[in-house]
């Protein structure tokens, strides 16, 4: 069993940035890959940003650029820094994490875009 904790949402204004952390713990797991998804109200939830154990990265295409996942191998911890926020990515983001052949879900944090 695997319990993610998710931190960093927050409101910012456009423009603005944030940093996303979420940490896993548990016993007798192995990551495969640690990502981040988001929703926003009245859409599908998404991929915004995925990062594998051998480190090869997988963005969407609206946050390229702008943001970044890394991953603290060490700490099994996943952070996602969200430069240059826009209005529309404002959701709620959850941290995702696949050990073995379970894809384990944060709770959700929201992050809010608004002048």
């Known amino acids: 069993q695997v319990q993610l904790v998710e931190s960093g949402g927050g409101e910012v204004q456009p423009g603005g940035s944030l940093r996303l952390s979420c940490a896993a713990s548990g016993s007798g797991f192995t990551i495969y890959a640690m990502g981040w998804y988001r929703q926003a109200p009245g859409k599908q939830r998404e991929l915004v940003a995925l990062?594998?154990?051998?480190?090869?990265?997988n963005y969407a295409d609206s946050v390229k650029g702008r943001f970044t996942i890394s991953r603290d191998y060490a700490k099994n911890t996943v952070y996602l820094q969200m430069n240059s926020l826009k209005p529309e990515d404002a959701a709620v983001y959850y941290c995702?994490?696949?050990?073995?052949?379970?894809?384990?879900w944060g709770q959700g944090i929201q992050v809010a875009v608004s002048s």
């Open positions: 995702n994490v696949r050990a073995g052949f379970v894809n384990y």
């Open positions: 990062i594998t154990s051998s480190a090869g990265t």
